[in-house]
């Protein structure tokens, strides 16, 4: 590069082009080049250092982007299932016109709350569920659900009625870090996750302590790692609640101050026997009672549960028990410990007002359980779900129970599926749409979790969409039209009035649109016809986010009116005038924009608990926790002896966004990892093949001996075992909910206990 002439080199240079990875919910910004006989390639990647929340760090996958852009299963036209199960393709007039039909002869006949929806987005592309909610308005469907429901609901109605809303915490600056069944060394979802580890490993005056039963990279790197035996941490983490409230490390201030209900958990606390839970969770007093006097010592702890206790036995509980160790300890509202973001949208409700139509369970944040979605639909009552919309998911390989759900999908009147390739779902589908991919429209998520600068990353497409694929902005409308919710007249004067200018625009909406109950639920589409075409070229799809800087304006005008003046700005005093800038600077700036700037001390306000207090005691979970007492901890029957997590992230895991199995640089077969015990006891070695046995299934797969696991616990990978690129061939590993059971599950949320399978080891 050195070598070229001037002109040359700043040509080459500019054909570097911001966008973001996809593929995990970090979404950090990057550069890629394009390339290939067709220039259609992702070939060159590096780190966006403009972009304000990841400011050039990258991992290893999105150098393996490619897999995903130029899939051998990508779709390229509507397919309808012939009556044989095979697929025919189709055009898009047929397609829409035969989908809205059927879905709207499903509302006619039984209702529009038949009709389900899942999805909406995975790691990188949540707008297509923002225009996904005019067609369910249409349709009048009401239930729905996603991915989220089989992992963090349970945590958003503890965290709900706790305090408020959803935290998250700060990494960054925190004397110690506590993750419990976390590795984001591998699953990052903070920003910059490998520096920020090492930053806390390095420093003697700041301590990682890690809570998993595999020695993972990140306990590898810890000052205390808690190797709790599988699926037993509401015992460790009772314990550690336990020791910080019987040792007196309570801050005693903050709870004066801040905190109802600490009584009644203390004496619940006080009740626990320590060395006993300790020995049931499987881990050494001493070290547990020095983590805890550790987080008490310290001047800011940031935590984070995920998947290792969230899809585990006693999810919701562990969720509450995590929650008092640093309520109890004041970690919260100020640097270095757990805040309640600005969200532009958020992702993260924890109320539960209602429950599903026939299993009856919990609906949090207004997701179905995704256990029970199976069970809403194979049963023979009323109000049985009897069409799906699934967007942007893989329900037939992600959630639990595979087979259970390929029959419900199959027992529905009418599946579409909206995606970029032919998932394990779409080949359930009576109709697939195929949808441009991420790098061909414009595209956004709303995992903006940051403090106090929030970041927001409206993505500009890389590529031309080909011919066939169609962004679902355009599905949607397109759907709503045929469903006859929207005519030339509701449409053509807000046209009018966008050739004007958007302040023009903005009036006839707010006139004609806001206060409508027709066309009001209509706005997603509705701004994508009229406003969407004005917007430059290729941003149509990002005209539902105008709508939402309006109401982020409205909701959080001073933490934007910071984020303005800081970017250089001029800050307008009037809401509108707010979103209109916001909106500008998302579409101008192509790695990313500072949405929020808050401060420490409002993060008060924002609890939104009675009196903005933190309230410590629920009933439920107290009366949970003292359940623990009368159960013996980890002990699984002689016929399963093993614990199987099925689902760990690993270098080159991303849910199912990428189908080959090639793209794996590492571990292509997706080895069932075994401790060096657990192979000597069953005599097998590296790549030996064994089968894997649950109470569900059994399948073939190599082993790897590991000294990260302990005895007693194994592990497979998640997103591998992709039927690609024909249904007949799978190759690349298992796929870890042919194992897995619906019915086993968390009783208060309902989230999987995918970490914990009894299962055994055959030899073949
Ligand atoms: N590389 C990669 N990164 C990803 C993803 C991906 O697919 N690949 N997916 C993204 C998504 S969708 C999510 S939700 C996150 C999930 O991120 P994580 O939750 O960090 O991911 P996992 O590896 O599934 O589980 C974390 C840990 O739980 C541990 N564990 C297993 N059983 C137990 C137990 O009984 N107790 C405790 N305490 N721990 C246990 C495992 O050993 C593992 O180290 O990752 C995101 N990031
Ligand atoms: N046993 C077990 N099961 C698990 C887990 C586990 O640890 N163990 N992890 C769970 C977790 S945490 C999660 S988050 C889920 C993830 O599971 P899902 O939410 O089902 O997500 P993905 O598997 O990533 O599927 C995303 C789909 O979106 C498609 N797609 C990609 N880009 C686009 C686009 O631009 N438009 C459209 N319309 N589609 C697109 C992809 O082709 C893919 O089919 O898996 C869960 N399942
Ligand atoms: S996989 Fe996640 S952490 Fe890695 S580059 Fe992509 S978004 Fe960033
Ligand atoms: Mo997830």
């Not at 039963?213 to 810890?222: F, I, K, Q």
């Not at 006839?508 to 209509?522: C, E, G, H, Q, T």
């Not at 093993?642 to 690993?650: I, M, P, T, W, Y």
């Not at 966004?657 to 401790?675: F, N, Q, T």
Request: proline share 5%; with cysteine; glycine share 8%.
């Amino acid at each position: 590069m050195t070598n070229l002439p001037a002109a040359k080199r700043s040509s080459a240079a500019s054909s570097w082009r911001p966008t973001a990875c996809i593929l995990c919910e970090c979404n950090c910004g990057i550069e890629v080049q394009l390339g290939g006989e067709n220039g259609r390639q992702l070939t060159r990647f590096r780190g966006d250092r403009a972009h304000p929340a990841s400011q050039g760090y990258a991992c290893e996958k999105p150098q393996r982007l490619d897999y995903y852009q130029n899939g051998r299963d990508r779709l390229t036209t509507p397919l309808r299932r012939r009556d044989d199960g095979s697929f025919e393709a189709i055009d898009w007039e047929t397609a829409i016109s035969e989908v809205a039909e059927r879905l709207a002869r499903v509302r006619d006949t039984w209702g529009g709350e038949t009709i389900f929806y899942y999805g909406g987005g995975g790691q990188g592309n949540h707008l297509p569920g923002a225009y996904a909610t005019a067609t369910r308005r249409v349709l009048g469907s009401r239930y729905r659900s996603s991915a989220l429901a089989q992992e963090k609901t349970g945590e958003f109605w503890v965290a709900q009625r706790m305090i408020g809303g959803y935290t998250r915490a700060d990494f960054e600056h925190c004397e110690v870090a506590l993750f419990i069944g976390k590795n984001p060394w591998h699953s990052h979802s903070i920003p910059r996750a490998r520096v920020t580890l090492r930053e806390i490993a390095r420093d003697d005056k700041r301590a990682l302590i890690v809570i998993d039963p595999r020695r993972s990279e990140t306990a590898e790197l810890a000052d205390i790692h808690l190797q709790v035996r599988p699926g037993c941490d509401a015992w460790l983490v009772a314990a550690l609640a336990a020791v910080i409230s019987q040792e007196d490390l309570v801050d005693e201030r903050f709870v004066a101050s801040h905190v109802d209900g600490a009584d009644v958990v203390r004496a619940a606390l006080g009740e626990i026997d320590v060395a006993s839970y300790c020995a049931r969770a499987g881990v050494d007093e001493a070290l547990v009672r020095r983590a805890a006097r550790r987080i008490a010592a310290a001047e800011s702890v940031a935590t984070m549960e995920d998947l290792g206790v969230q899809m585990n036995r006693h999810s919701t509980l562990v969720s509450y028990l995590h929650r008092l160790s640093w309520m109890l300890t004041g970690n919260f509202g100020k640097r270095g410990t757990a805040y309640l973001p600005t969200a532009m949208v958020s992702l993260a409700g924890g109320s539960s007002n209602k429950l599903s139509p026939v299993a009856g369970a919990r609906i949090i944040g207004g997701l179905v359980p995704c256990n029970v979605i199976a069970e809403e639909i194979l049963s023979d009552h009323p109000k049985r779900y009897r069409a799906m919309i699934v967007e942007a998911a893989n329900p037939a390989h992600s959630l639990a129970d595979s087979q259970r759900m390929r029959e419900a999908l199959r027992a529905l009147d009418t599946v579409v599926v909206i995606d970029v390739a032919m998932s394990e779902t779409a080949r359930e589908a009576d109709y697939v749409l195929p949808a441009s991919s991420q790098f061909e429209k414009a595209e956004a998520t709303f995992f903006n979790f940051e403090f106090p600068h929030n970041t927001f990353h409206l993505r500009r497409p890389l590529l031309d969409a080909p011919d066939g694929p169609l962004p679902e902005a355009e599905i949607h409308a397109r759907l709503v039209e045929a469903l006859g919710a929207l005519s030339d007249a509701d449409v053509a004067p807000l046209r009018a009035a966008a050739e004007e200018g958007r302040e023009a625009f903005a009036k006839a909406f707010m006139a004609k649109v806001m206060f409508d109950a027709r066309l009001s639920p209509l706005a997603p589409v509705l701004l994508y016809r009229t406003l969407g075409p004005k917007l430059p070229e290729g941003m149509q799809e990002s005209a539902v986010l105008w709508g939402l800087c309006y109401r982020y304006a409205m909701q959080h005008g001073a933490s934007l009116g910071r984020a303005l003046a800081a970017a250089g700005v001029e800050v307008p005093s009037a809401p509108g005038e707010l979103a209109e800038r916001l909106f500008d600077m998302m579409l101008e700036r192509p790695s990313g924009v500072v949405f929020a700037i808050d401060d420490w001390v409002e993060q008060w306000k924002r609890v939104g608990t009675p009196g903005h207090r933190i309230q410590l005691a629920l009933d439920d979970m107290l009366a949970e926790m003292r359940t623990l007492a009368e159960q013996d901890g980890g002990e699984i029957g002689d016929e399963y002896p093993l614990v199987l997590s099925a689902g760990e992230r690993r270098a080159f895991t991303a849910n199912t966004i990428v189908r080959d199995p090639a793209w794996r640089r590492k571990d292509a077969a997706g080895a069932l990892r075994i401790s060096p015990d657990d192979a000597k006891r069953l005599g097998v070695g590296d790549g030996d093949r064994v089968r894997l046995r649950t109470k569900r299934a059994a399948v073939v797969v190599p082993v790897e001996v590991s000294e990260m696991m302990q005895p007693g616990h194994i592990s497979l990978p998640n997103g591998t075992g992709t039927a690609y690129p024909n249904a007949d061939e799978q190759a690349g590993g298992v796929a870890p909910n042919e194992l897995t059971a619906s019915e086993d599950r968390d009783r208060f949320a309902g989230t999987p206990w995918h970490k914990h399978v009894p299962a055994r080891i055959e030899l073949l």
